[in-house]
Nanobody, 121 residues
Framework: VQLQAFGGGLVQPGGSLTISCAAS????????VGWFRQAPGKEREFVAG????????NYADSVKGRFTISRDNAKNTVYLQMNSLKPEDTAVYYC???????????????WGRGTLVTVSS
């Protein structure tokens, strides 16, 4: 499975942005999918995850209530809707797939190229 995250950009604090993760050369309908982010000088951290069916989701405390993860298996795409963005949300965002429901990056097998989200006025 090849993944590609896209849709990043510059947004003002308090604004909204939706980024997407598309799969090619395979399907990720049978995988858990997670979003991670990495800010300059910091470790990669879990942001949100979603099960195969899309019925269960999990969020980092720092984004809970502001971000929403969803998926459309027919389109082989997972989305991350980000509202009430803060400067500390600035990072490169990555999507990844796993056979295991986890927040640990080491348990994710396939990673896409990231997309940069910058929150600044």
């Amino acid at each position: 499975v090849q993944l590609q995250a896209f849709g990043g950009g510059l947004v003002q604090p308090g604004g909204s942005l939706t980024i997407s993760c598309a799969a090619s050369r395979g399907t990720f309908s049978s995988y858990f999918v997670g979003w991670f982010r990495q800010a300059p000088g910091k470790e990669r951290e879990f942001v949100a995850g979603i099960t195969y069916s899309g019925l269960s989701t999990n969020y980092a405390d720092s984004v809970k209530g502001r971000f929403t993860i969803s998926r459309d298996n027919a389109k082989n795409t997972v989305y991350l809707q980000m509202n009430s963005l803060k400067p500390e949300d600035t990072a490169v965002y990555y999507c990844a797939t796993s056979r295991t429901w986890s927040t640990r990056a080491s348990l994710y097998d396939y990673w896409g190229r990231g997309t940069l989200v910058t929150v600044s006025s």
